[in-house]
């Protein structure tokens, strides 16, 4: 096991300084807020009657991210896609598309975008480069050039703002200038404290890692940015940390989940912690089944922990939990002395369906 304040080892098994990417996740977040307003040739928002994003893994994240974000005050329809198609049947010229890819070459974004474009839909397509880019140049749609380089877990601020300042910029959202501020002032200060220099006893990043190091983790977060932010998670402790991982949401999991956990409590009494991911603007009911909760299933587990987000809006809020929990998930790999960057059964499996 690393020890987690060793910074030469850090630096050794981090080929890919992941780590430092999402470091500097508070400077990502106001580049791409930056990208998305300069974004030329953008489509008519006259008469939108819904919005869609396509996208998968990494990349589709970003739809997650801004729908829990928008979605309560937005007059029209929001949906996040991650598959190859077929759309539904309601996707036509009235339907605003974005297709996000990092590298602009995944195969299930770019089949569903071509169905997009066959029904008129209004595309705008984010990517550093790939086939996303040459269609959007070759059909004459708007294109959100973002940096390359990183990996598609580690570039969530440039994936993500240029989504939310395009939909700005077409008027379709209130102006989320203010809230993006505060946003990157709040991850600014958890990225002090949350910094490799920083000991384990006084960083909460690592102070999480250490409760998940050994263990099964069951991320659990309120409908809306709490569960957005435990997908997130449980998706960084699968590609960063190489380890099983498991998420829900209440209130649905209060309709089936909870039973679960009441049955094989030698195996889960072990092998499983169970985090939750808390907000302070759940709806009160939610907040009182969290509480509830806890009571009926700690007994079957060695440790239910809590992470709290911070900040003042929904944005603030919902990355503070993603930036800290994507840290821990990096910290979890490192502990295990296992390089977080490398997805090597990911790229076989690419390169298993390329040969087909």
Known sequence: MTNLDDLNAIARIDSQDVLGAVERFADQCREGWEIGLGAEGLPDSGGIDSIVVLGMGGSGVSGDVVQAVVEPRLGVPFRTIKSYGPLPEWIGRNTLVFAVSYSGNTEETLAAVEEARARAARVVTISSGGALAEGAAKNGHAHVRIPPGLQPRASLGFLTLPLLSVLTVMGLVTDARDDVDEAVGVISELAASCHRTKPAEDNPAKQLSTHITGKVPVVYGGYGIGAT?????????????????????????????????????????????????????????????????????????????????????????????????????????????????????????KNQLAER
């Open 229 to 349: 932010a435990a997908y997130r998670f449980k998706c960084d402790l699968n590609e960063y940390g190489k380890t099983p991982a498991f998420y829900n949401q209440l209130p649905e999991l209060d309709h089936n989940e909870i039973v679960g956990w009441n049955n094989l409590s030698e195996l889960t009494t072990e092998n499983f912690v169970n985090i939750l991911l808390m907000d302070p603007g759940e709806h009160e009911r939610v907040e009182l089944r969290f509480e509830i909760t806890r009571s009926l299933i700690q007994g079957a587990l060695p440790e239910v922990y809590e992470v709290q987000a911070e900040g003042r809006s929904p944005l603030a809020r919902l990355l503070s939990l993603i930036f800290v929990t994507q840290l821990a998930a990096i910290y979890v790999a490192l502990s295990y002395d296992v390089d977080p960057g490398p997805v090597d059964v990911i790229t076989e499996l």
